[in-house]
């Protein structure tokens, strides 16, 4: 689960991922907590759709229309399409000689322009993401983040921090692990996949014992 909020708590620029156990040896959940998070889930990847026909439209407006089947086929791969998927479209359409190009030149200017993301506050998606049997996890921690931050995270929910990601050179995830130890919070790793034709599931990934440590936790938050 991803959340984008206007304040350093609410969590601009952050990525909150939830982790949830096999839930077969889990209390089961109310039928209302279960449609809570399914209901933000669904909401803020309708928003995403809505903000890629925009990019697509504006596009197109601007002079530069994508192939309608490659973008067809992107909307059918991922439930959940982003920016990403946006300039990867510009260069298999041609428009683009290449990633940067895209992101540079159209993505980036056309992000000011397009509907605004849904915004979800910090707080309530670690509590969406504990009421459904899960953990939350700190996806891909900006470098600008200070402990500072963590701490008041950690306060608001956070269980855990994902410190290996492709953008992650060995120093940073070293500094991320010092944290999450400082702090006590669990450590995961993840690919940031978002669909076929980028980075494949696994490519970065976390070690059986952070996932065992994972689903620990998990089980003793449905256990209170």
Known sequence: MFCRSPSPLAGEGLG???????????????????????????????????????????????????????????????????RRHVANLLVRTGVARSYGEAWG???????????????????????LIRSAGGVAVLAHPSSDLSETDIGRMKEAGLNGIEVKFPAAAVA???ALVGMAARFDLLTTGGSDCHGSGGRPVGSVGATAEELRAVCDATVGEAAH
Do not use: N, W, Y
């Open 16 to 82: 909150e991922r939830g982790l949830v156990s096999d839930p077969s040896p889990l209390t089961p959940l109310p039928q209302g907590e279960r449609e809570t998070i399914h209901e933000r889930l669904t909401s803020l990847c309708l928003r995403r759709r809505e903000r890629f026909h925009d990019f697509v439209r504006r596009l197109r407006d601007d002079g530069h229309p994508l192939d309608a089947g490659r973008v067809s086929a992107t909307e059918t791969a991922t439930a959940s399409p982003g």
């Open 105 to 127: 030149k159209f993505v980036a200017p056309l992000s000011r322009r397009v509907i605004p993301k849904l915004m979800l506050p910090f707080a309530e998606a670690t509590e």
């Open 172 to 174: 940073r995830t070293l």
